[in-house]
């Protein structure tokens, strides 16, 4: 679950990988000793591993699918990453239910798609616990169910899980911060979570702590905000008071970040790193700019569901994930937590969402 988190992309590089390899075959065969006859069997043969693409149009597929509200940067993306990447395949509908944070509405719109007989419902769930029974319904009526980010109950409330990775989310924050301290003994690293009553800020935070030991450091102010502009800042005001200095601080997310930072130059602070979460535009901007505290983000994907959409379509296209030998789609697909820095940033930019 994440809160106003294969990178995405990943069949189009496996699809650039292969023309780059169609590209080179072809030179290749151009200045070889090979025969005319070679030649040719090699170029039908590029040509049919090109035809062979999961891009390929097949069979058309109805997807439904519904989110929460878009009240926030990362869940606004999470809905326009799913239709641009429905929008790429002529053989995929995606029927769209309006963002709803009313769980009795969301059970509701997911009755609609069984009704409806959709081919495969990808939910990114308000509330796991309390969709899991209707998600067990749809996938009792043979609709597929992939499930996004905040987990149902029980597994078998669907066929594939895609999810973040909160807790690696807090061990690629931590392993950062101690690249920039190291073991200086008198280190002090601040934390602003999220909500602390959520199992995903637990997790960072868990996560954080744990990579920190690794160092020899730990977290010695902590503060808890609400993934809000408004409680970032204010919760970044309260810690600039109780810590009059700082040597490294991790904000678990990019979305009260902005208030955060807000909070920072307001109390004219700049003597310490500050690492972000989720992976925001505006965030990145920051890092590119390199003049202030912001030197990082670390990566929750906004684009869980575009993987969603994918995914559901090779299922329900029988293919399967092209460079795995299983011939199946597997049931869960976790998605790494990179760091992102000056020196990276421009290889996240594309798939960044605006706070």
Not at 44 to 69: L, R
Not at 133 to 143: D, F, N, R, S
Not at 302 to 307: H, I, K, L, W, Y
Request: aromatic share 4%; hydrophobic share 40%; with cysteine.
């Amino acid at each position: 679950m994440s809160l106003p988190s294969l990178p995405t992309g990943r069949p189009a590089r496996l699809l650039a990988a292969l023309t780059a390899g169609v590209a080179f075959l072809a030179v290749t065969g151009c200045t070889s000793n090979a025969s005319d006859d070679d030649k040719a069997s090699t170029k039908a043969d590029t040509t049919q591993a090109a035809a062979g693409s999961n891009d390929e149009p097949g069979d058309k597929v109805v997807i439904g699918f519904s989110a929460p509200a878009a009240d926030h940067g990362w869940m606004g993306s999470i809905t326009a990453s799913a239709k641009a990447q429905a929008d790429k395949y002529d053989d995929v509908e995606l029927r769209v239910a309006e963002g709803t944070n009313d769980v009795n509405l969301q059970i509701s719109q997911v009755e609609t798609f069984i009704n409806d007989k959709v081919d495969a419902i990808v939910l990114l769930p308000f509330d796991g616990a309390a969709m899991t029974p209707v998600a067990l319904k749809a996938m009792q009526a043979g609709i597929p169910v992939i499930n996004v980010d905040r987990e149902f109950d029980d597994p078998n409330a669907a066929r594939v899980t895609v999810l973040g990775d909160n807790y690696g989310m807090g061990v690629s924050a931590g392993q950062y911060v101690c690249d920039q301290i190291g073991d200086k003994k008198d280190a002090v690293v601040a934390e602003i979570a999220g909500i602390d009553s959520l199992p995903l800020t637990q997790d960072r935070s868990k996560g954080f702590k744990d990579a920190l030991a690794k160092c020899g450091q730990n977290v010695d102010n902590r503060v808890a905000a609400d993934f809000t502009v408004e409680g970032g800042e204010k919760a970044a005001s309260n810690l600039m008071q109780a810590a009059p200095h700082i040597d490294a601080l991790w904000n678990h997310d990019d979305d009260q970040g902005v208030g955060v930072l807000a909070a920072i130059q307001n109390a004219n602070r700049d003597e310490f790193v500050m690492v972000g979460g989720a992976g925001s535009a505006n965030a990145m901007r920051e890092i590119q700019k390199g003049d202030g505290v912001l030197k990082a983000t670390v990566i929750y994907p906004s684009t869980q569901a575009a993987d969603g959409i994918r995914l559901a379509r090779l299922l329900l296209q029988s293919k399967s994930m092209s460079d795995m030998v299983e011939v199946e789609v597997p049931r869960k697909v976790q998605l790494f937590a990179p760091v992102v820095t000056k020196d990276n940033v421009d290889q996240y930019m594309s798939s960044a969402f605006e706070s």
